[in-house]
């Protein structure tokens, strides 16, 4: 499709710039409120190196100035109504984002499990995070997300005693349709999996 | 736009329909595992006529068998992409329903807090419900959505003691962008506060 193509064009120039400058940069998508912010402070926190973050919301600066409370370099897009982030956006974002010593970008992408999948914006490595209580079916619901990433975290696992979730369902839910996506189980409340997780995140980073 | 015109022109004629049949239509939209089809069941089993069920999913049958394991007719849209439902895919979606005898028309809609606001199906009355994991302040960041609506369940009430809600910040999100919404605050787990609701429900039904 005509836009997709302009997108992937606007994207190969986007991983060529953060190539160049040998910035790590990952596209993390998520329902709303699974937990995407909570997992690149916590994340930032751990990491052996800076980190700058491309916020992106329909409206509101709230996860940008939340970020920003931590001294991390972060840019706000506001799409005003579309339902994910482009290449173009993400182009115009960072020319805002001062890279200097940067080893990771965190693009935080509108939260949607549909419309984000389709958008390559010239990230290295593409992450979901499912949360328990939205229930153990989404991989089965939204396959074009689940298929498409290089992880899929499940966050919020503090609740599984108030929640019906059946992991074994969710993971091979995620199986039949990406059988390569490595599968994270974690708390950005009680921190339970983060260190497992930000390890393996530092051995993909190519630029170490 | 064009594409919304087209729409609009299809929701009127679904919602004549809807009107000749004196079937009253509820759209129901909210964020991946909010509580949908738990609402649906919920409502349905405490209304006094018959109902039916229109279910938007990008892919799957598991909600539509869900809902048809308690004998209540249902059709399964699968958008295969599509972020939202449409008036087309409605009008379609009827025509495979028996409507005889049927007061209610509850329309499940995609998960997505975003896309879903702009599409008129024809519907009557317009829900979208959000839930305590999600976070407070998911009225801030989804106007569009929270802005458009008849009213706003909160739904999960259950899981407050072990996340940080904000009720207060809840609310005034709301009633920011969308002064007349009612709010319901409920739990399809244990049940608090669906009385309420169904009670509210069954009032704004014209054709009772
Ligand atoms: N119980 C529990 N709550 C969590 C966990 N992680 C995040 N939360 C809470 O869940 C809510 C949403 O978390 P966020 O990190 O803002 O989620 P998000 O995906 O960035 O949300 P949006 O950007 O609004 O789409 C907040 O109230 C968090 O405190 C967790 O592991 N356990
Ligand atoms: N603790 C708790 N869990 C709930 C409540 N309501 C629904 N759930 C659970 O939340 C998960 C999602 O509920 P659904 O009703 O399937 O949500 P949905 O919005 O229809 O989800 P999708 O159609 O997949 O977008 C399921 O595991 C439900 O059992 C509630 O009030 N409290
Ligand atoms: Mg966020
Ligand atoms: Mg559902």
């Keep these: 499709k005509n836009i997709l193509d302009a997108n992937d064009q606007v ?4 991983r060529e710039f953060f190539d160049n400058l040998k910035v790590f940069t990952i596209n993390i998508m998520a329902s709303p409120g699974a937990g995407k912010t909570s997992f690149i402070l916590e ?3 751990r990491l052996d190196a800076p980190s700058a973050v491309i916020e992106g919301d329909v409206a509101s600066s709230i996860d940008s100035e939340r970020i920003a409370e931590f001294g991390i370099p972060v840019v706000q897009i506001n799409t005003g109504g579309n339902c994910h982030l482009e290449a173009t956006m993400t182009r115009e974002a960072v020319k805002k ?3 200097d010593g940067v080893k990771y970008l965190f693009i935080e992408n509108v ?6 999948a389709s958008f390559d914006l010239g990230e290295h490595i593409r992450i ?9 079916d989404k991989p089965y619901k939204y396959p074009g997300l689940f298929s498409s990433v290089d992880a899929v975290i499940l966050n919020k696992i503090d609740l599984m005693p108030y929640v019906d979730f059946d992991l074994e369902r969710f993971r091979k839910g995620i199986i039949a349709i990406n059988r390569d996506a490595k599968i994270f189980l974690i708390s950005c409340k009680t921190k339970e999996g983060i260190e497992a997780l930000v390890e393996w995140l530092k051995s993909e980073n190519p630029y170490r």
């Design 128 to 136: 979901a995070i499912s949360s328990v209580p939205e229930g153990d």
């Design 43 to 45: 994340t930032i926190h």
């Design 11 to 14: 994207a190969l120039l986007n």
């Design 97 to 99: 984002l001062s890279l």
């Design 111 to 116: 939260g949607n499990l549909i419309c984000p």
